[in-house]
């Protein structure tokens, strides 16, 4: 779809790293990309980290529910805790690319990328008492998986390896955007994506916009915070968006 987004102009809102795939991607659809990462990723080094790494042991199954989380997780020596015996679990295709990336094959993916799946499609979850579980989190991640658990009174351990920050820094170059570029879609990969265009846009909700959630999470959260005109794909993911868009368009023109 080389032209399917016709030149509009795209507002892309998550970390630099991430944004610049992102953009790649709208442009080869024929769209006018503009990166205003409104977060930074940090990975976490402290006292509890440090004695985790230390410690570290084999785990039978590992959970990762993002890139971010392997990224750290791995450069550090997350690798002390995977034997030939380990499964791990990625929420997505996107977070198991990054795996692979770094040598390592996923056992499971659920069909939709979000937690509650994860939960609802793991495999014989009764089995997991047997196991050594192992939950990859950030300082901003979701208590679905770690209720599951506890829930099925499965012991897990959880290490949080990265937090999400907002990219102050690009304050000015967001209101720069908004004011002098009109965008016309505006999209929002994860809650704090959601937070962070609040505190930056000091709480103003630009109504003349489409605004273009990843997933219903994402969605939800941004409904719950006041945003209207939004739209979600069907697979939640930046090319689930991208065809969501061009949806829009062909239809809205």
């Known amino acids: 779809m080389p032209t399917a987004l016709h030149g509009k102009k795209i507002m892309i809102t998550r970390e630099k790293k991430q944004a610049t795939e992102f953009s790649e991607k709208v442009l080869q659809a024929g769209g006018n990309p503009i990166e205003v990462p409104l977060l930074k990723i940090s990975c976490i080094d402290n006292d509890t980290t440090r004695q985790f790494f230390d410690e570290a042991k084999p785990y039978n199954w590992i959970f990762f529910t993002s ?8 450069k550090r020596d997350g690798w002390k805790t995977i034997t030939e015996e380990t499964q791990l679990a990625a929420v997505g295709h996107k977070t198991a690319e990054k795996l692979e990336d ?19 499609e793991f495999p014989e979850p009764d089995r997991l008492h047997e196991s050594q579980v192992l939950l990859i989190q950030g300082t901003k991640s979701r208590d679905v998986l770690p209720n599951w658990l506890a829930d099925k009174d499965v012991p897990f351990d959880t290490v949080v390896v990265y937090e999400s920050l907002f990219n102050y820094e690009n304050r000015q170059k967001l209101s720069w955007v908004l004011a002098k570029e009109s965008p016309d879609f505006i999209t929002f990969t994860s809650p704090s994506t959601v937070d962070a265009f609040l505190e930056m846009n000091e709480g103003t909700i630009e109504q003349d916009c489409i605004y273009v959630c990843i997933g219903t999470t994402t969605c939800n959260y941004a409904q719950e915070s006041g945003f209207e005109n939004i739209l979600t794909p069907d697979e939640f993911t930046i090319d689930g968006m991208i065809q969501c868009m061009s949806d829009y368009i062909a239809v809205k023109g």
């Open 67 to 74: 890139a971010n989380g392997v990224d750290c997780f791995l």
């Open 102 to 120: 770094y040598g390592y094959q996923v056992d499971f993916i659920p069909s939709t990328y979000h937690a509650e799946a994860m939960t609802n």
